[in-house]
């Protein structure tokens, strides 16, 4: 009866994370909104936040990761342009891209890090997620 149980209940996840995983992938298209585009970095855009989410930061992350737009400056005019990150340890960081959620679990994140140099320069840039 307890495997059963168990199996039922895993059948159940396995088929929302599929659901969901299909859901991030139709639903730009269908909305119309947020179609993946690159373009060139807009502080006002970067920093425009919709019900907890930051839509047009997938968008211009090309320009950032790909350009000296960033890179060039120093830990606070990084700070200046990008805003404050939404966490920050030791040398490092971050700002989250986009993330994809089942109800309150987070399916998958994307978010760009920088490493600053001990000299207050900017060392990387990546995008992890």
Not at 10 to 34: D, H, R, V
Not at 42 to 56: D, F, Q, R, S, V
Not at 81 to 89: A, I, N, V
Request: include cysteine.
């Amino acid at each position: 009866m307890q495997i059963e149980k168990f199996q039922n209940y895993l059948l159940i996840m396995i088929a929302l994370t599929f659901n969901a995983c299909q859901f991030e992938k139709s639903a730009p298209a269908k909305l119309g909104e947020f179609q993946s585009t690159t373009l060139k970095f807009n502080k006002e855009l970067w920093n425009t936040k919709i019900e907890g989410a930051y839509p047009h930061r997938i968008n211009l992350i090309n320009d950032i990761l790909y350009t000296d737009t960033i890179r060039r400056q120093n830990k606070t005019q990084a700070i200046e342009l990008l805003g404050l990150p939404d966490y920050q340890k030791e040398n490092h960081l971050y700002y989250t891209i986009s993330k994809s959620k089942l109800g309150f679990w987070t399916l998958n994140t994307k978010t760009l890090v920088i490493k600053i140099k001990e000299n207050d320069g900017i060392e990387w840039i990546k995008m992890h997620g």
